[in-house]
């Protein structure tokens, strides 16, 4: 898959995205397209630099050692939030993007470069997604970031580590969406619970 492919897919699918507004419960409709834009930049800029390097790796059969792909993918909640991402996405969806067509996922790289099976490698990232977890529990309690950084800044970062893991927590939940997704985007997002102080 050549770079201009990846560009033309993420062209297609960002294009796209304002037609799922119509499906928003009318007090969200508002908040769409603004949202949108205010990650649009900084996800357009990394996608690409992601990209790039995948497409390169991909058309050049070239396999990295976990450290480099690791480094494609701050402070250190920040990082941890990516391992998690990256490594759960990986573990539950490495089968599926090989037969797409896409570059080693970190599973493969793993095997490769330290001689695994398949179930080591697994293990070993998630493992490593346990690790980026109890990074992320030290830095929104003990660290100096959290005295620094506001906390709904933070808040943010760990709300989105948690909506990563429970897409992949049993399998691929983004690319197979299934009924335990759906089910928690309703309790969350269209019928949440009311909390009266």
Not at 108 to 127: G, T
Not at 180 to 195: A, E, H, Q
Request: aromatic share 10%; hydrophobic share 35%; net charge negative.
């Amino acid at each position: 898959m050549t770079y201009m492919t990846h560009m033309a897919h993420f062209k297609n699918f960002n294009s796209s995205r304002m037609q799922f507004r119509d499906q928003l419960p009318e007090y969200m409709k508002s908040f769409y397209k603004p949202l949108l834009d205010l990650f649009g930049e900084k996800e357009q800029t990394t996608i690409n630099l992601n990209n790039c390097v995948n497409a390169k790796w991909y058309n050049e059969n070239f396999v990295p050692s976990m450290e480099e792909y690791m480094r494609n993918a701050n402070p250190k909640t920040t990082d941890a939030s990516s391992v998690v991402g990256r490594l759960m996405n990986d573990v539950t969806s490495h089968k599926f993007e090989q037969e797409r067509g896409h570059c080693a996922p970190a599973v493969e790289c793993y095997m490769r470069e330290h001689a695994v099976s398949e179930e080591e490698a697994c293990s070993e990232l998630k493992k490593q997604v346990e690790n980026a977890w109890k990074d992320i529990n030290q830095e929104m309690i003990l660290s100096e970031i959290s005295k620094v950084v506001p906390r709904p800044v933070l808040t943010r970062v760990l709300n989105f580590t948690r909506f990563i893991d429970f897409i992949y927590k049993i399998g691929d939940e983004y690319t197979h969406v299934g009924k335990n997704t759906k089910d928690g985007i309703t309790v969350l997002l269209i019928d949440p619970i009311s909390i009266s102080y």
